[in-house]
């Protein structure tokens, strides 16, 4: 039986990596990038890497298994007929996110797109936003650096989107501009005539000065089984500051596994709000890695969870300069059967003097089956820092309800409304009003 499981992780891996090795680059310059050599470098980590078991420190608590029961195909390009109006934004009225990318697939799709269509009074010319393909002359230079520096050997799901990158978002943002307008990058997985495997890739680059605000969506068209296979990478220059908003929202069938990378510089300030509320099996590896000093991180995450949903985040704070700065906010709303994962680590290095890092893991469990792993972690070296954290794990509180219903609310909205003041803390402090407007409701509707 050990022998048989064994090989059908290798023959799962090793069917995806035969798919990406078809793929052609979706864009004419991916010779300029390097694309090819770094495909190589991750097909050969991913063939010698094993896939993820729960013996696996590292997902002991996320058992990936079924999804080797599922036979998943990566489209050798955007296919897929996918009209706008199939699509739930992810703010009521859509021209208060004008600068949309859309990818299907791990595709660009212009038509969905609204970037190059639109001609702004406020938005620089020097800016770019679009895919790998149309990246301005002088810009690739700096893009093709980035990308020779890919750490795919840290991770065999990240090695496997670089083994099939085909085609990117890319951000750039030059010194000094401040990009007013948020950008809303959307990655769809549309259904094909089998189970289907996105790899969305994303690279954002935010030179020196600069500032810019995020929205990474992920969505689906349709509940069918999935697989979206994505990596971020994030490059915040020196005393750059970049506001970003991961919002996972797939279908119910959908398996979702995505690797946010983020370097920062010295002087500057990085936020991400990573909300989870779909797919089946979900997992986010954020790593913020400090490459300067005196810089400022702010990490807020709310999982909501329902059903037999698995959520699972992993998290890294690296600090290897003195002065950094890390808050870091965790917050799960669990019902029924769900289960939610959550392991945050902050690591301070002996050169990190005079760190303050705290990090607070809080959990809402709603039903007596609802199970939540919280794993707060500091490893500390440095001598003279200031660092904290902690977990807490609560129910709703029946003095709470009474005190509610004691006012004329039945229990379904009294509920309702301890279950959203929990979410509050993390909702409120979104820079796009009509997200949180959408999140809120959406838990209404899943609570």
Not at 418 to 434: H, V, Y
Request: charged share 20%; net charge negative.
């Amino acid at each position: 039986m050990m022998n048989t499981q064994v090989a059908s992780r290798e023959m799962f891996l090793t069917d995806l990596v035969n798919q990406c090795s078809k793929l052609e680059a979706a864009n004419s310059k991916s010779a300029a990038y390097g694309l090819q050599d770094l495909r190589a470098v991750a097909t050969e980590y991913v063939l010698s890497s094993s896939f993820p078991t729960v013996r696996d420190e590292e997902w002991r608590f996320t058992d990936l298994s079924p999804v080797l029961q599922i036979p998943f195909h990566i489209p050798q390009s955007n296919q897929s007929k996918v009209k706008l109006a199939d699509i739930i934004m992810p703010v009521k009225n859509r021209d208060d996110l004008p600068l949309r990318l859309v990818f299907v697939n791990g595709f660009y799709a212009p038509d969905l797109s609204t970037v190059e269509s639109l001609v702004l009074p406020n938005l620089p010319i020097d800016f770019y936003a679009g895919n790998l393909s149309n990246v301005p002359e002088k810009y690739q230079g700096r893009i093709s650096d980035v990308l020779s520096k890919h750490r795919q050997q840290t991770e065999v799901f990240t090695a496997l989107n670089t083994a099939g990158l085909a085609d990117s978002a890319v951000v750039f943002v030059p010194a000094n501009m401040s990009i007013d307008l948020p950008i809303h990058l959307l990655f769809l997985t549309a259904p094909g005539a089998s189970p289907t495997m996105s790899q969305p890739h994303c690279l954002v680059i935010a030179e020196p000065g600069s500032n810019v605000t995020l929205i990474e969506d992920y969505a689906t068209i349709g509940n069918v089984p999935a697989f979206t296979n994505a990596v971020t990478d994030v490059i915040v220059g020196e005393n750059a500051t970049v506001n970003h908003v991961r919002l996972q929202r797939e279908g119910g069938e959908v398996v979702h596994i995505g690797k946010s990378a983020i370097e920062q510089s010295r002087n500057s300030r990085y936020t991400c709000h990573a909300i989870s509320l779909g797919g089946k099996i979900s997992r986010h590896n954020l790593e913020v890695f400090q490459r300067g000093e005196a810089t400022e991180t702010t990490l807020n995450g709310l999982t909501v969870a329902f059903g037999e949903q698995l959520s699972d985040t992993h998290s890294v704070i690296d600090f290897n300069h003195p002065h950094g700065t890390s808050r870091q906010l965790h917050k799960c709303i669990i019902g029924n059967k769900a289960r939610a994962v959550f392991n945050g680590k902050v690591f301070v290095r002996k050169a990190a003097q005079l760190t303050d890092a705290g990090q607070l893991s809080r959990n809402l469990l709603l039903s007596p089956r609802a199970r939540v792993d919280t794993k707060p972690q500091l490893e500390i070296v440095a001598d003279n820092v200031k660092c904290s954290h902690g977990a807490t794990v609560s129910q709703l509180e029946d003095d709470e309800l009474f005190y509610l219903q004691s006012r004329g609310l039945d229990l379904e909205r009294s509920r309702y409304l301890l279950i959203d003041a929990f979410a509050a803390e993390m909702l409120n402090q979104l820079p796009i009003l009509g997200v949180a407007k959408m999140l809120s409701t959406c838990m209404a509707i899943q609570g």
